[in-house]
């Protein structure tokens, strides 16, 4: 009987923060935080973004599944301007 190769483990997703032209910042999630920036800044990804474009990463945290990413974006979309980027370094 011929061997399998256990599927290998899936991919993290990405909490990312950035700052755009305007100063006022976009939260999203993704697989690779610097091919979604990119695609953001050649006007390929948020409606958001195309308008305001992003000049930084301002941070990005890992999260084990997409349904964890996604959780943790809508945590810190509610969250004031103020308390975003002290998100990353308190969320878990």
């Known amino acids: 009987m011929p061997r399998t190769l256990p599927d290998p483990p899936p991919k993290p997703y990405w909490l990312y923060l ?3 032209e305007d100063g006022v ?3 999203g999630i993704a697989l690779d935080v610097e091919q979604r ?3 953001h ?3 390929l990804g948020a409606r958001f973004t195309r308008a305001r474009p ?3 990463v301002l941070a990005a945290r890992e999260y084990p599944t997409k349904g964890d ?3 943790a974006e809508a945590r810190l979309k509610a969250l004031p301007r103020a308390r975003k980027l002290a998100f990353f370094d308190v969320a878990a």
């Open 18 to 20: 950035l700052e755009c």
């Open 25 to 27: 910042y976009y939260a």
């Open 37 to 39: 920036f990119f695609r």
């Open 41 to 43: 800044v050649f006007g």
């Open 54 to 56: 992003p000049v930084r």
């Open 69 to 71: 990413a996604l959780r």
